[in-house]
C-alpha cells in the first residue's frame, strides 16, 4: 500500500523554527516528484516547496529564503526546515508524491494525512 506519513508540526512562536517530515511507503520515492503543500482555515490548499527526481528544488514566493526542501532517498524521508516562522504561516502541511511536479493539488495523487503548524505571535 502506497501511502505517505508526516510528522514535526507544532506550536511555535514567529521567529521560531520547525522540521517537517514525510515518510514515504510502499514505492520508489526517489522516482517522484515530491511536494509541500499547506491549507489555512477557509483557504484554498497552496504548494510550498517541491523536490523532483532529479533534485532540483522550487520554492513558493511567501517562503523563499525561510523554508528549506530537502529529502533523505536512504531513509525515503522528504523534510521542510521551516525558519523565521510567520503567523501567515499557520496551516496544515501535507507532503505529496506524483510523477512531475506542478503547483496545482488536484495533480498529485498520493497525498499523507497532514500535520498542523501553528505560529502565534
Known amino acids: 500500500q502506497v501511502h505517505l506519513e508526516e510528522s514535526g508540526g507544532g506550536s511555535v512562536q514567529a521567529g521560531g523554527s520547525l522540521r517537517l517530515s514525510c515518510v514515504a511507503y510502499?514505492?520508489?520515492?526517489?522516482?517522484?516528484?515530491m511536494g509541500w503543500f499547506r491549507q489555512a482555515p477557509g483557504k484554498e490548499r497552496e504548494g510550498v516547496a517541491t523536490f523532483d527526481s532529479d533534485g532540483n528544488t522550487n520554492y513558493a514566493e511567501p517562503v523563499k529564503g525561510r523554508f528549506t526542501i530537502s529529502q533523505d532517498n536512504a531513509k525515503d524521508t522528504l523534510y521542510l526546515y521551516m525558519n523565521s516562522l510567520k503567523p501567515e504561516d499557520t496551516a496544515k502541511y501535507y507532503c505529496?508524491?506524483?510523477?512531475?511536479?506542478?503547483?496545482?493539488?488536484?495533480?498529485?495523487?498520493?497525498w499523507g494525512q497532514g500535520t498542523q503548524v501553528t505560529v502565534s505571535s
Open positions: 510502499g514505492y520508489a520515492y526517489s522516482s517522484y516528484c
Open positions: 505529496a508524491a506524483d510523477y512531475r511536479c506542478t503547483w496545482y493539488p488536484s495533480e498529485y495523487n498520493t
